[in-house]
């Protein structure tokens, strides 16, 4: 079993969960995943490694509350444990040899870029970071992103905090004003990445995008995770979740996550916990 260390409510529906789990604490880079179940009942669900504490033995996951799984992981507690936990999964981004980098996050994507925006930093990169957000509620991680970068620029769509506007933007105003990254990471909704690739490909900057297709044994066997890139058939779970966002077919990977579209809103309806606890305000 993996023991809850320590729960944060980030905002009303993103949760901090810090789970001991030494092994993958020692052996996880970013970029990297696990898959956990919260019990015998419960649904294999992938999610990203938000940070690490080799010395306390501890992994530190975050996530949004979209449906049944992550509602009822969202109530436990400090002290519950999880049945399985598994990792690290996927490939480590890569990030050798840069020295100007732009991280993006949209929304909660922004948990799944600060592991990036961190090793950059501590690998001696000079490091933006454009976190973006529907508006000031929803804020996250500000405080862990100002310790791991050079620039922080916030953008929320309605102008409530930091500069009114979407992360592309602001990419393209940093561009604009002559900045030379050799490398942008985009993660967030799928859109967003698309946009982003739009923005870097007419100037050929290297960009990576970390994909979210729906995963389930993520060791490669099940073929649930197929995407294509540049033409080529690749599993997200061990070829990825990184990818070059100049080569996804993101509209394809649009139409394969709304598969189980029809289920996932017949499980939300009939799942107590959900509703007990407001459903979709
Ligand atoms: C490699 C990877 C890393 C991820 N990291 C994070 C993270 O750090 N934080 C975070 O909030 N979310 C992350 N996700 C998405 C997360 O796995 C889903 O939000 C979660 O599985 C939803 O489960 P649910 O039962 O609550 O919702 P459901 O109602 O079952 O599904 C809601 C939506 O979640 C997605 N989803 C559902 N099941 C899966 C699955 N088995 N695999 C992938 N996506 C699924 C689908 O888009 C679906 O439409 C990641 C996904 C992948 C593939
Ligand atoms: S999740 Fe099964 S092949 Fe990737």
Redesign the pocket.
């Known amino acids: 079993m993996y023991k809850i260390l320590r729960r944060k409510q980030l905002n009303d529906t ?1 949760v901090l969960l810090e789970i001991e789990a030494p092994f993958i604490a020692k052996k996880a880079k970013a970029g990297q ?1 696990i898959i956990l179940r919260i019990d015998e009942y419960g ?6 490694i ?1 940070d690490t504490d080799p010395k306390k033995g501890s992994v530190t ?11 009822i992981l969202s109530k436990l507690n400090e002290g519950d444990a999880l049945l399985d936990f598994v990792g690290p999964l ?1 490939a480590a981004t890569e990030l050798d040899g840069v020295k100007k980098a732009c991280v993006i996050g949209g929304g ?1 994507g922004c ?2 870029a600060y592991p990036s925006a961190k090793a950059l930093f501590n690998n001696g990169a000079k490091v933006d970071v454009i976190a973006g957000f529907r508006n000031k509620d929803i804020v996250i991680l500000e405080d862990e992103f100002k310790d791991v970068c050079d620039n922080l620029y916030i953008t929320t769509d309605d102008g409530s905090y930091g500069e009114q506007g979407f992360v592309t933007n602001k990419l393209q105003s940093l561009i604009d004003a002559g900045n030379d990254y050799d490398l942008v990471i985009a993660i967030g909704p799928v859109p967003m990445m698309k946009f982003v690739a739009k923005v870097t490909e007419p100037y050929n900057i290297k960009t990576l995008v ?7 044994d993520g060791t490669g066997m099940c073929g649930g ?1 197929r995407v294509t890139v540049d033409g080529k058939i690749k599993f ?2 061990v070829d990825g ?1 990184d990818f070059d966002g100049h080569k996804v077919d993101f509209d394809e990977l649009m139409k394969r ?2 598969t ?2 029809e289920k ?1 809103a017949h ?2 309806e009939h799942c107590r916990m959900y509703k007990m606890a407001g459903g979709d305000k």
């Open positions: 993103v995943f649904e294999r669900m992938p999610l990203t938000a996951i975050i996530f949004q509350i979209v449906g049944q799984t992550t509602m996927g909660v948990a799944i970390s994909l979210n297709p729906i995963m389930i995770c997200a779970c979740p996550n709304s189980y579209k996932e499980d939300k």
